[in-house]
């Protein structure tokens, strides 16, 4: 009787029936038995179906796909429903909604369970936006040596590639370091990009970018970020204070305040002593967030969390994709000369700059088409039904539901894109070629029928997050434009197959853990 008094496990037990019967109470009373559901649909079963959402959404969605396809369909998750659109009309609708009828800041702070993950700090007051919008997107044109600079430097750093010798690299790890590197040369500046190599100099405590322990700490945050949100979705609303207690996203954050801190005291300390009259004043985002925080927003956490939050956003969304990207130049070496004439033709006139990249349209056209074909998800362009809406095809969903549309579906449906189960790098490419298409299929663009990055004014970037699709496009080809120059590449065992992608609960990851073989080109003039 004592262990029953003191055991949190009964009341646990007495919470969840209770949670359970009002599961089933409202169930009982849903306005979506209008919408054909894939999988089980009683209140209890439908957590059968929810499970194998997480371990085999693929099939679920394909399903759901072809049995419905130019309408809707909903699909349990642990938590409630999620409805799911299936043609481009459909998708139009969802992205001319208000936000205060389908609001996609709510379905973001769910999907990341940010309130428990990263914090509603960073979406209360989203400061960073205009900043990204305005001075980055402003400034990529002057950034665009640097960034340059960075990846060279990663591929030279992470690559140990030789003349006339093929080296095994593990691919996504490799990406996702120089991506992160590239990414904190500008968020963070060269100095903090070279601390591992400034030992010598005794400044090691204020140069991060470079410094392993710097970039371990934001690419696992990066990850456990995506980790949190997927354990803690599967735990209702009431349990989710004590599970987030487990992770140790917290714990990041103040060994981020520990890097940083340095380094935004020697920058306060500089404004005070010049002010306006500090001539070599970093032109990267920690300043332009300096400049622009006051009161909480300007506290060393509060800077601190903001750029692992940009981190997060720039690192998962850029990794993945140019791994995917990878991936298929190493099965399909056959493109490399068409992508590798190119990239010289264009260098050889306007030299390595962002006007150069821009006229890459065979480099743009890979990535989008790798892109689309792999997808960062089975689902894109969620929202979170605030007040009922009705689609243009007269169906009503409930407030209080998830809205996402079919984007892997729809990508691979030869309806929309012949072949679509097949990999045609130029695709786009020739698309553009056509009379006034020339802007709508490059990398940037979005449409109701591409929607790897969603589709409209939230396209691309969380905007609570990172709204930066040209710094990411700029960087994703810019690697591509230099690894078909300066390497070979090709899969292990000369395998044409691409290594199969692991899909957790919706989420499409890139093989983990396959190498890329890659041998230094004999002949890289421009590089």
């Not at 428990?116 to 990204?132: A, C, D, F, R, W």
């Not at 665009?144 to 990846?151: H, K, N, S, T």
């Not at 894109?380 to 409930?398: C, I, L, Q």
Request: charged fraction near 25%.
């Amino acid at each position: 009787m004592d262990d029953l008094l003191v055991s949190p496990y009964p009341v646990i037990g007495v919470l969840l029936c209770l949670y359970f019967a009002s599961k089933w109470v409202k169930a009982r009373n849903s306005d979506l038995e209008a919408i054909p559901a894939i999988g089980y649909t009683s209140p209890l079963l439908s957590y059968i179906t929810a499970y194998q959402r997480i371990f085999d959404s693929r099939s679920l969605f394909r399903e759901g796909y072809e049995k419905y396809k130019g309408g809707l369909f909903r699909i349990a998750h642990l938590n409630n429903w999620t409805v799911v659109a299936t043609s481009p009309q459909l998708v139009e609708d969802i992205r001319k909604a208000p936000d205060d009828v389908l609001s996609f800041d709510e379905a973001i702070i769910r999907g990341l369970q940010i309130e428990y993950t990263i914090g509603l700090e960073t979406s209360t007051n989203p400061y960073h936006i205009n900043i990204v919008r305005s001075q980055l997107t402003r400034s990529l044109t002057g950034l665009f040596p640097e960034i340059r600079d960075e990846l060279v430097s990663g591929c030279l750093d992470l690559i140990p590639a030789k003349e006339n010798e093929w080296v095994k690299v593990p691919a996504y790890a490799t990406v996702m370091k120089i991506v992160a590197r590239t990414s904190n040369r500008i968020f963070v500046g060269l100095p903090l990009c070279t601390r591992l190599y400034m030992n010598a100099l005794n400044s090691a405590k204020l140069h991060l970018g470079r410094d392993p322990e710097w970039l371990k700490l934001n690419m696992d945050y990066t990850v456990d970020v995506i980790k949190g949100a997927q354990i803690l979705s599967r735990f209702p609303e009431f349990m989710k204070p004590l599970i987030a207690r487990v992770t140790n996203l917290e714990g990041s954050v103040r060994t981020g305040i520990k890097h940083l801190e340095p380094l935004i005291k020697e920058r306060r300390h500089k404004l005070e002593l010049y002010g306006d009259s500090w001539e070599d004043k970093p032109n990267d985002f920690l300043m332009w967030l300096m400049e622009e925080a006051s009161g909480r927003d300007a506290t060393v956490r509060s800077l601190t969390l903001r750029i692992m939050v940009i981190n997060f956003a720039a690192i998962h969304t850029s990794s993945m994709s140019f791994t995917h990207v990878l991936y298929l130049l190493a099965a399909h070496p056959e493109y490399a000369q068409s992508l590798r004439e190119e990239v010289e033709s264009v260098v050889s006139v306007e030299g390595w700059t962002k006007a150069a990249i821009g006229k890459m349209h065979k480099v743009d056209s890979f990535i989008r088409e790798a892109t689309r074909i792999n997808g960062l998800g089975l689902t894109t362009m969620d929202r979170w039904v605030k007040k009922p809406f009705t689609f243009s095809n007269g169906v009503t969903v409930p407030a209080g539901i998830m809205i996402s549309a079919a984007s892997q579906r729809i990508h691979h449906d030869d309806e929309f894109y012949p072949d679509g189960d097949t990999f045609n790098p130029f695709r786009f490419a020739d698309k553009r070629e056509e009379s006034g298409e020339s802007i709508k299929h490059q990398m940037i663009s979005t449409a109701n029928d591409f929607l790897t990055f969603g589709h409209g004014r939230h396209a691309w970037y969380p905007p609570r997050l990172l709204p930066g699709r040209f710094f990411a496009t700029n960087e994703l080809k810019c690697l591509l434009a230099h690894i078909v120059t300066a390497y070979d590449v090709k899969l292990e065992d000369g395998t044409s197959e691409v290594p199969p992608n692991i899909v957790i609960g919706g989420t499409i990851v890139p093989a983990p853990r396959a190498n890329v073989m890659f041998r230094k080109r004999l002949t890289a003039a421009t590089v």
